[in-house]
């Protein structure tokens, strides 16, 4: 008899969220490879949402804080009835967690808690297994539906945030509770290996972040314009602070230059201080959130993408940027060498450098329009063999397909014969 296709949760803090079309990406290709897919979130963050794709998600995305305060009591209550082994087990386990990280028990026991109403919701929707993307409270409340008697689990990590609050997340723990763990890079790869023991890396697989094929289309003409655009939140990590330095530094040496800052985020006020400070109003535009076509345009009318970046995993902006034919400046930090190859695709620099992101930039808006399309297209090719996201979500979906298969032991099979008797009687 053949089995029924299998069903996956896909578990994050917040979905759809603006810095997360990537997720959404992953989830449509797998769904393209013949599985269901169920998408839950911890929180929502509609408000933010610009993309027409991302606000049909929010239909198909079930939201455990929308659900209310008296559901979480009665999913909680109803379980330390039904299973009370399991809860007392649970229980234990977001008290050790809550003392070790810096969020508290409280809070823990909120997780919990949401696990209680997410396990009710997985039996309803026929949930084989549970997914979540970053290992921090999404996988905490995944692991947590797993001990409560829920469906296996598994998580992606990206870093840097797991990397830095590897004892504060109890991620070593997580690992070894999970059905297998997928990781974006080499480098965050080898990170788990350092924290993790070795009989647990069997268990770590790279699954790279992809673009769709449709990114992949013929090259359009560089600009001649001194246009270059950085995508991404606007964050410290992001290094955008530095990156108006650089320009205030080119503008000054009286070099044409416009940078366009794609984004929104908790520097938004700083940076603009900086410009106005600076007389950039000419030089530097915010546009805020944008939806992933205008992100598209934005990349297009550009000449190069930056991200001088201080803590990344591997940033979809350089994929999407490189599969657009656009060459790239970064950093050398985390998982972004294993994409970008200096002077081939794009241009590293050391991470916090002024002076060598500014040359970098320099060199972008000054090199002929026909030597960035041969960096372009050596950068389109790297994406297209490494990171299209149809090719990642295969190799995720029979992790996911193996997960779900049971092994017969000799448990199944008494349970099975005794199922066939009772039904003979």
């Known amino acids: 008899m053949k089995r029924d296709v299998p069903k996956i949760a896909y578990l994050i803090n917040q979905y759809p969220k603006v810095s997360h079309s990537f997720i959404r990406r992953e989830i449509h290709a797998i769904e393209a490879c013949g599985l269901a897919v169920g998408r839950y979130a911890i ?60 969020r508290g028990v409280l809070r823990h026991l909120i997780y919990l808690a949401e696990a209680c109403v997410l396990n009710d919701w ?21 692991m947590l539906c797993t001990i409560l008697g829920g469906p296996t689990y598994s ?24 059905s297998f763990v997928a990781t974006v890079s080499s480098f965050s790869k080898s990170q788990l290996y350092r924290w993790c023991e070795q009989s647990q890396w069997d268990k770590i697989k790279i699954i790279h972040c992809g673009v769709d094929r449709a990114f992949f289309a013929a090259a359009t003409p560089i ?24 320009i205030k530094s080119i503008v000054a040496a009286g070099v044409p230059i416009k940078l366009v800052l794609v984004g929104d985020g908790s520097i938004r006020q700083q940076l603009e201080t900086m410009i106005a400070e600076g007389g950039l109003q000419d030089h530097v535009e915010i546009t805020g959130w944008a939806s ?8 297009l009318a550009a000449r190069a993408l930056v991200l ?17 034919h656009r060459p790239v400046i970064s950093t050398y930090i985390a998982g972004i060498p294993e994409l970008v190859i200096p002077n081939h695709s794009g241009w590293l620099v050391p991470s916090g450098s002024i002076v060598e992101l500014t040359e970098a930039i320099k060199t972008a808006i000054e090199l002929p ?25 295969k190799k995720l979906a029979a992790l996911f397909t193996g997960a779900t298969e049971q092994p017969v032991t000799e448990s199944t099979l008494t349970e099975a014969q005794t199922s066939i008797v009772s039904i003979a009687q």
Do not use: W
């Open 155 to 178: 998580f992606t990590i990206h870093g840097p945030e797991e990397f830095d609050a590897i004892q504060a997340l109890s991620i070593v723990e997580k690992v070894e509770r999970s």
């Open 308 to 324: 001088p970046s201080f803590a990344e995993g591997l940033p979809v902006a350089l994929m999407e940027a490189l599969a657009l």
């Open 43 to 102: 929180r929502s963050c509609r408000a933010e949402l610009v993309d027409e794709a991302d606000q049909k998600e929010v239909a198909l995305t079930r939201t455990v804080l929308e659900s209310g305060a008296a559901t979480l009591l009665k999913s909680f209550t109803k379980a330390v009835f039904t299973r009370p082994k399991q809860v007392l087990q649970a229980l234990n386990l977001a008290v050790k967690f809550g003392r070790r990280s810096d």
């Open 369 to 393: 329009t026909e030597v960035l399309a041969q960096m372009a297209q050596a950068g389109a090719e790297r994406v297209a063999r490494y990171h299209d996201a149809a090719t990642e979500a």
């Open 292 to 299: 992933n076509e205008e992100v598209r345009k934005q990349i």
């Open 122 to 142: 997985f039996k309803e929707d026929g949930i084989e297994h549970i997914h979540a993307h970053f290992g921090t409270n999404s996988t905490t409340v995944a």
């Open 223 to 246: 600009p001649s314009e001194p246009r270059i655009v950085c995508v991404g939140r606007l964050c410290e990590a992001k290094g955008q602070l530095l990156l108006i330095e650089a």
